[in-house]
Nanobody, 114 residues
Framework: QVQLVESGGGLVQPGGSLRLSCAASASMFSIFAMGWYRQAPGKQRELVAS???????NYADSVKGRFTISRDNAKNTVYLQMNSLKPEDTSIYYC????????WGQGTQVTVSS
């Protein structure tokens, strides 16, 4: 059973930055494409950024140019650097395998508000 533990969320003012981390207990972590998802109240969970095993990345249009996903395979960890945050980025953020989701972690709350 793979465990995913997200951290790094918090309250930040518009225009601010946060760096999220996700530690995965999966063996052979490096072969999996990983993604960051978010879910706001009353909305469906959406994929905002992904990174494949070779380091190629993709972003949702809403975060392109502001968010950067990266990974450290030695630490079984994926990161999301979020800059120029907007109130509409307020959500619970989760990470997961993008090809076949493992059991979801608890996520980390990001609140962007003045």
């Amino acid at each position: 059973q793979v465990q995913l533990v997200e951290s790094g969320g918090g309250l930040v003012q518009p225009g601010g930055s946060l760096r999220l981390s996700c530690a995965a207990s999966a063996s052979m972590f490096s072969i999996f494409a990983m993604g960051w998802y978010r879910q706001a109240p009353g909305k469906q969970r959406e994929l905002v950024a992904s990174i494949d095993r070779l380091g190629s990345t993709n972003y949702a249009d809403s975060v392109k140019g502001r968010f950067t996903i990266s990974r450290d395979n030695a630490k079984n960890t994926v990161y999301l650097q979020m800059n120029s945050l907007k109130p509409e980025d307020t959500s619970i953020y989760y990470c997961n395998n993008v090809q076949f989701n493992w059991k979801w972690g608890q996520g980390t709350q990001v609140t962007v508000s003045s």
